[in-house]
């Protein structure tokens, strides 16, 4: 008998869109909601593996060249795929990760300005046949994302952009949702939390009747 191959969900957002907050809830909910069976990997990027982590660190916090930047994150999601998405997928595994390649596009593309024919090489050379089954975009006011930002304690070299980066790399989430409607969901993070949970139960209810 085949094994049923998992799904694979990812989270995005701009920082401060407040994305983290729901990673727990939605991997209780499919274990409750999914069956005594269903096995969970919780995974996030850069990073995700004893290397990814180390170039995370580099990623955040040391200044590089915008082409090196994109190629560390695309080298890290390499290995990402190889050593944990592709394996839990292939026994049956859901796979939930706290960003993917639409985070590149977003950050390296839209707030850096990297070539997007340079970016939609990358993705095909890592991964032309891997996308993520759902993408939750947690989408909010730049204002908003600030204001919870500025009540962070310590922050990396992204969160410390200006508004400008932030306004570029918001549209360029939209731009990909738009590219991508069957997979993309656009969460109002303006909302409570208790009302994103129940959006975001329906979803996941609809996934798991798939």
């Given at each position: 008998m085949t094994q049923q191959r998992g799904?694979?969900?990812?989270?995005?957002?701009?920082?401060?869109?407040?994305?983290?907050?729901?990673?727990?809830?939605?991997?209780?909910?499919?274990?409750?909601?999914?069956?005594?069976?269903?096995?969970?990997v919780t995974t996030r990027e850069p990073g995700g593996t004893p290397l990814g982590e180390k170039l995370r660190d580099l990623l955040l916090h040391e200044k590089m060249h915008l082409e090196t930047e994109a190629l560390l994150m695309f080298a890290s999601r390499r290995e990402h795929i190889a050593q944990v998405i592709e394996p839990a997928l292939a026994r049956g595994a859901w796979v939930i990760s706290d960003r993917f390649t639409d985070a590149s596009f977003a950050y390296q593309g839209g707030g850096r300005g990297m070539d997007r024919a340079k970016m939609e090489a990358l993705e095909q050379w890592v991964h032309p046949h891997l996308q993520p089954d759902l993408t939750f975009l947690f989408d909010v006011p730049l204002e908003v994302a600030r204001a919870r930002l500025d009540a962070t304690r310590s922050l990396d070299k992204f969160e410390q952009e200006q508004a400008d980066f932030f306004a570029a790399t918001r549209q360029e989430y939209l731009r990909r949702a738009a590219q991508f409607p069957q997979r993309f969901r656009i969460i109002d993070s303006t909302q409570t939390i208790a009302a994103i949970q129940l959006q975001l139960s329906g979803m996941l209810q609809a996934e798991l009747s798939a």
């Open positions: 799904k694979f969900i990812s989270f995005e957002g701009i920082d401060g869109a407040g994305k983290s907050t729901h990673i727990g809830f939605v991997a209780q909910f499919l274990r409750s909601h999914g069956g005594a069976d269903i096995e969970l």
